[in-house]
Antibody, heavy 123, light 110 residues
Framework: QVQLQESGPGLVKSSQTLSLTCIVS??????????WSWIRQHPGKGLEWIGY???????YYNPSLKSRVTISVDTSKNQFSLTLGSVTAADTAVYYC???????????????WGQGTQVTVSS | QSVLTQPPSASGTPGQRVTISCSGS????????VYWYQQLPGTAPKVLIY???QRPSGVPDRFSGSKSGTSASLAISGLRSEDEGDYYC???????????FGGGTRLTVL
């Protein structure tokens, strides 16, 4: 059974960089066959896709966040990470990591999710 | 504002049938598969429908999906109290080269 677990600071200061890691267990990122994704949810709001990474390092990003986002993968540690620069209060959200069912980017079938981690941006 | 448009709310009584719509365009719903997610209070989303109408194992056949042109729909029949939660459609957008989620529909079982 694949499990994903987000980790990282729950509080980040405005204008600084948010960094989160998703630790994957029960399956290997390097086996391919899936995209690994970050998705966030603002308080009381809907879901916002942040981006995807494939085990090879190939990425897709939400155009509205692309200038501030980097998603990277460390296959040796079986984990992938999110960095979001120049954060503001608008980046306060629950951040989820998730895995797609297939290796086709155009099929956002997220069949495994982490439990989500709350990140608050403070001034 | 989401490019995939859903009604913000829907409601029904136990046993009723409810439909939630997801309106998009030719660059997303019209040309790519639609997925539906259920998010119950305090939990991560879970996929209910994939590739327009298919159900993962374990999802009751009370949930069904359809697509017509640039719109998709999720129908829930035999409504139950445990169906209360938020429902999101999702699709790839060719123009953005990214994933879009609908704004979500909050389902209330009266």
């Amino acid at each position: 059974q694949v499990q994903l677990q987000e980790s990282g600071p729950g509080l980040v200061k405005s204008s600084q960089t948010l960094s989160l890691t998703c630790i994957v267990s029960g399956g290997s990122i390097s086996s391919g066959g899936h995209y690994w994704s970050w998705i966030r949810q603002h308080p009381g709001k809907g879901l916002e896709w942040i981006g995807y990474i494939f085990y090879s390092g190939s990425t897709y990003y939400n155009p509205s966040l692309k200038s501030r986002v980097t998603i990277s993968v460390d296959t040796s540690k079986n984990q992938f990470s999110l960095t979001l620069g120049s954060v503001t209060a608008a980046d306060t959200a629950v951040y989820y990591c998730a895995r797609t069912l297939s290796s086709i980017a155009a099929r956002p079938h997220f069949n495994y999710w982490g439990q989500g981690t709350q990140v608050t941006v403070s001034s | 504002q989401s490019v995939l448009t859903q009604p913000p709310s829907a409601s029904g009584t136990p046993g009723q049938r409810v439909t939630i719509s997801c309106s998009g365009s030719s660059s997303n719903v019209g040309n790519n598969y639609v997925y539906w997610y259920q998010q119950l209070p305090g939990t991560a989303p879970k996929v209910l429908i994939y590739r327009y109408y298919q159900r993962p194992s374990g999802v009751p056949d009370r949930f069904s999906g359809s697509k017509s042109g640039t719109s998709a729909s999720l129908a829930i029949s035999g409504l139950r109290s445990e169906d209360e939660g938020d429902y999101y459609c999702a699709a790839w957008d060719d123009g953005l080269s990214g994933v879009l989620f609908g704004g979500g529909t909050r389902l209330t079982v009266l």
